[in-house]
């Protein structure tokens, strides 16, 4: 069983387009955090929204952590090939637990 | 600083060979992590090391083992391989333990078992 369900799974568009992703869980977290992985390269850690309501923006990139603290959303602005990759979304319960990870969103962005 | 690094980058064995993965952190983090990746299924926890001690274990089988050396390298054994256990191991370092600091991966170490 997923605690924390992305969405789409797999999203393919053109460059200059907008697109929004989404990490979903029944469960209440106390931060989660947002990856980006590209192929051979392990994940880099792109922010931690820790408040409900919290919007962070990263240049073209907004996250933003729902008020209940059980979702949070990506959304990209005008996309660059650069943005090509797999986006984890991972929640933390507790700082003395392990964070919980959600399968990912592979995203292509086509020139 | 040098990154977290991952040895070997690539493994093949065979169906029942046991395999070791080696990961150096990055200088100064004493906590070490490590996660099996396969498509479809995210980053699964396999456990977690700090001042040479298994501070956390995700739900894996026995046969997956690792340890932390006193430089704060770490190693992980898995034995009696499974076609199953094909996957990308990845380790993360980080400068102490839990979800307050933030993690660094490696490249990871791809095993295919034949």
């Known amino acids: 069983t997923q605690l924390l369900e992305q969405s789409p799974q797999f999203l393919s568009i053109q460059e200059g387009e907008n697109l929004t992703v989404y990490c979903n869980s029944s469960?209440?977290?106390?931060?989660l955090q947002w990856y980006r992985q590209e192929p051979g390269e392990g994940p880099v850690l792109l922010v931690t929204v820790v408040t409900g309501g919290e919007v962070k923006k990263l240049k073209r990139l907004t996250f933003q952590f729902g008020d209940a603290r059980k979702d949070s959303s990506l959304h990209i602005t005008a996309a660059q090939p650069g943005d090509t990759g797999l986006y984890l979304c991972?929640?933390?319960?507790?700082?003395?637990?392990?964070?919980?990870w959600g399968a990912g969103t592979k995203l292509i962005i086509k020139p | 600083k040098a990154g977290v690094t991952q040895t070997p980058r690539y493994l093949i064995k065979t169906r029942g060979q046991q395999v070791t993965l080696s990961c150096s952190p990055i200088?100064?983090?004493?906590?070490v992590s490590w996660y099996q990746q396969t498509p479809g299924q995210g980053l699964q926890f396999l456990f977690e090391?700090?001042?040479?001690?298994?501070?956390n274990k995700g739900n894996f089988p026995g046969r997956f083992s690792g340890r932390q050396f006193s430089n704060s390298r770490s190693e992980m054994n898995v034995s009696t391989l499974e076609l199953g256990d094909s996957a990308l191991y990845l380790c993360?370092?980080?400068?102490?333990?839990?979800?307050?600091?933030?993690?660094?991966f490696g490249p990871g170490t791809r095993l295919t078992v034949t």
């Open positions: 200088s100064g983090h004493r906590s």
């Open positions: 993360a370092s980080s400068l102490l333990p839990g979800t307050s600091y933030e993690q660094y």
């Open positions: 991972a929640g933390a319960k507790d700082s003395n637990y392990q964070l919980i």
């Open positions: 469960s209440v977290f106390s931060s």
């Open positions: 090391y700090f001042s040479e001690t298994q501070r």
